[in-house]
């Protein structure tokens, strides 16, 4: 089985930038793809970005250029730069990872960009 915690959020102005991690352990060879997801008060999950096995990336079109998923392998980390953050942006980010089973989630991490 496969654990996730994310860390790295919090208030940022609008504009700023703030680097989320996700710690992966567990069956960590099972993982196919590691996704970060978010929440909005009073709207659904929504897809932000995914980076798969072999290294290939896609990102959701209100982040693309703005975002970038990363991973370090020999930390079991996936990382999620966020860059140029809007008041939209304010939600919880969820680190997801999907292996042949599942999708296992983490606890969420709060991002809030305001003045």
């Known amino acids: 089985q496969v654990q996730l915690v994310e860390s790295g959020g919090g208030l940022v102005q609008p504009g700023g930038s703030l680097r989320l991690s996700c710690a992966a352990s567990?069956?960590?060879?099972?993982?196919?793809?590691m996704d970060w997801f978010r929440q909005a008060p009073g709207k659904q999950r929504e897809f932000v970005a995914t980076?798969?096995?072999?290294?290939?990336?896609i990102y959701a079109n209100f982040v693309k250029g703005r975002f970038t998923i990363s991973r370090d392998n020999p930390k079991n980390l996936v990382y999620l730069q966020m860059n140029s953050l809007k008041p939209d942006d304010t939600a919880v980010y969820y680190c997801?990872?999907?292996?042949?089973?599942?999708?296992?989630w983490g606890q969420g991490t709060q991002v809030t960009v305001s003045s």
């Open positions: 997801s990872a999907l292996t042949s089973k599942e999708r296992v």
């Open positions: 567990g069956s960590i060879s099972s993982i196919n793809a």
């Open positions: 980076i798969t096995r072999g290294g290939s990336t």
